[in-house]
Each structure stands twice: as structure tokens, then as C-alpha cells.
């Protein structure tokens, strides 16, 4: 099993451009994540997914939108970058069926973004 | 705003020394839990425990409810234990399979 990917790992972006990144996972799991990592602070929730074409915001979702129509699949797009938005990007996934789970995360390796 | 504290934000020791990293919370939770990030940046979880301790290898966790507080023990600690340590928890109620992370502290284990 490869656990969860994310793809690039790696990129450089003008003001204004757009891209997306992908996740995916081949656990089988119900509940991915998007989070951003800045320095000095903790990593934060910007959108979540529950199951396959469901999505919830988090934390920080302004400037981002999220797509899930495969439940292998959390693509997390930026449609105007801006340099607040230069940050390291992790997805995550956990398997759980019920909504109060409090099962373990599984966190890709990170996507570097850097907004010019 | 529920908020998750770690202390210390960076630890150095020598080869072999105990290592005690400290992380407390607000509010009742689900369940709370301990990462771990590689300098080259992969996040891998340790533990999550909702109650009393866990073990594995040198690595320890407790938790105590009451007081809102958990510690990650690393006993014989080893250069390659050198890695940001996160607490993270879930908070009881709606949503509680979302996490709120601690800054993380970093540890140095000099040879």
C-alpha cells in the first residue's frame, strides 16, 4: 500500500495563478483532510471530507475549494494564489464510518507551495 | 477559543537522557494525540489515548483527564529521536474527529 500521496511535492506560483493538488489514499478511508503548516504555528484544518462528495470547511478555507468525487481522491485547489497562501500543505486521511471518531490520521508527505 | 499548549517549544539532550515533553488542553476531549515530524517533514502519529498510559519502545504517553494534561515520555533518547514532536486532540462533541494541534516542540538529541 502506498498510504497517502500527494502530488506535487513541490511548487512555485505567480500572484494570481491557479493550481491544484492532489491527494489520494488507498486505505479505503472515509475521512480525508487538508491542512496548512506555517512557521510558529500549529498545523490548521482548511477543508474537510466526511465521505465521497461531501466537504466541510475548517479552520481556514478562504481562498480555497475542495472536490471529492472519488472517495480515493481530495483535490484542494487554488484558483487566485496569493503569497499568504505560501505555506506547506499536508493532506491526511482516517478511516472511521461514524461521526464521532477519534481514529488515527494518516498525514501525506507534503506539497511545498510557494506564491510569488 | 479551545487551544492546545506544548511545552518546552525546544528541547536539546544529550544521548541518553530521559526526556519528558508536555502538552495540556481547555476543554473535555475525545481523545488526544501524539505526533511525530521527520526533519524531512513526514508527520506520523505515535499514540492516541483517551485514558492512563501507552507504550512503545522508549516511547511513553499518559494522560490525565482530570488535570487536562499529557506528557510523552522518551527514555535512553537517541540521536535519531531528534524530530518536532505535536499534540494534537479532539474535542468532544460535533466534529470531534477534527483535530486541534499544539505548535509542537522541537527536540535536538546531541550525541
Known amino acids: 500500500n502506498a498510504g497517502v500521496t500527494q502530488t506535487p511535492k513541490f511548487r512555485v506560483l505567480k500572484t494570481g495563478q491557479s493550481m491544484t493538488l492532489l491527494c489520494a489514499q488507498d486505505?479505503?478511508?472515509?475521512?480525508m483532510y487538508w491542512y496548512r503548516q506555517d512557521p510558529g504555528m500549529g498545523l490548521r484544518l482548511i477543508h474537510y471530507s466526511v465521505g465521497e462528495g461531501t466537504t466541510a470547511k475548517g479552520e481556514v478555507p478562504d481562498g480555497y475549494n475542495v472536490s471529492r468525487l472519488k472517495k480515493q481522491n481530495f483535490l484542494l485547489g487554488l484558483e487566485s494564489a496569493a503569497p499568504s497562501q505560501t505555506s506547506v500543505y499536508f493532506c491526511?486521511?482516517?478511516?472511521?464510518?461514524?461521526?464521532?471518531?477519534?481514529?488515527?490520521?494518516?498525514f501525506g508527505p507534503g506539497t511545498r507551495l510557494t506564491v510569488l | 477559543k479551545n487551544e492546545v499548549e506544548q511545552s518546552p517549544q525546544n528541547l536539546t539532550a544529550q544521548e541518553g537522557e530521559f526526556i519528558t515533553i508536555n502538552c495540556s488542553y481547555s476543554v473535555g476531549i475525545s481523545a488526544l494525540h501524539w505526533l511525530q515530524q521527520h526533519p524531512g517533514g513526514g508527520i506520523v502519529s505515535l499514540f492516541m489515548?483517551?485514558?492512563g498510559k501507552k507504550k512503545h519502545g522508549r516511547l511513553i504517553a499518559t494522560i490525565n483527564i482530570q488535570e487536562k494534561h499529557s506528557s510523552l515520555h522518551i527514555t535512553a533518547s537517541h540521536p535519531r529521536d531528534s524530530a518536532v514532536y505535536i499534540c494534537?486532540?479532539?474535542?468532544?462533541?460535533?466534529?470531534?474527529?477534527?483535530?486541534?494541534f499544539g505548535k509542537g516542540t522541537k527536540l535536538s538529541v546531541i550525541p
Open positions: 494534537a486532540v479532539s474535542y468532544s462533541g460535533a466534529g470531534s474527529y477534527q483535530l486541534t
Open positions: 486505505m479505503n478511508h472515509e475521512y
Open positions: 491526511a486521511s482516517s478511516y472511521s464510518t461514524f461521526r464521532l471518531s477519534t481514529d488515527t490520521q494518516y
Open positions: 489515548l483517551s485514558s
